[in-house]
Nanobody, 115 residues
């Protein structure tokens, strides 16, 4: 059973920083891509950042220059360093892992940025 365990969410003031972590367990195949999505109230879930097994990254335009995604392949762990946070970054952040042909999701972690 594949599980994604997220941590690092919380409440922060605008301009502050948070670091999200997501550790995947129960995986017997190589993890292709890992990423972070977010969903704000009343909005659709959107991609924030993703990283492939060879280190290629992709970011939403709204977070470029502020967020950095990284991963530890040996530990099947992905990180999201979020700097210069804005109130519009407030959302539930979900970890995603693509393993072979399967897609897995974490339970989500709340990030709240106060103005």
């Amino acid at each position: 059973q594949v599980q994604l365990a997220e941590s690092g969410g919380g409440l922060v003031q605008a301009g502050g920083s948070l670091r999200l972590s997501c550790a995947a367990s129960g995986i017997i195949f190589s993890v292709n891509a890992m990423g972070w999505y977010r969903q704000a109230p009343g909005k659709q879930r959107e991609l924030v950042a993703a990283i492939t097994s060879d280190g290629s990254t992709n970011y939403a335009d709204s977070v470029k220059g502020r967020f950095t995604i990284s991963r530890d392949n040996g530990r099947n762990t992905v990180y999201l360093q979020m700097n210069s946070l804005k109130p519009e970054d407030t959302a539930v952040y979900y970890c995603n892992a693509v393993v072979a042909i399967w897609d897995y999701w974490g339970q989500g972690t709340q990030v709240t940025v106060s103005s």
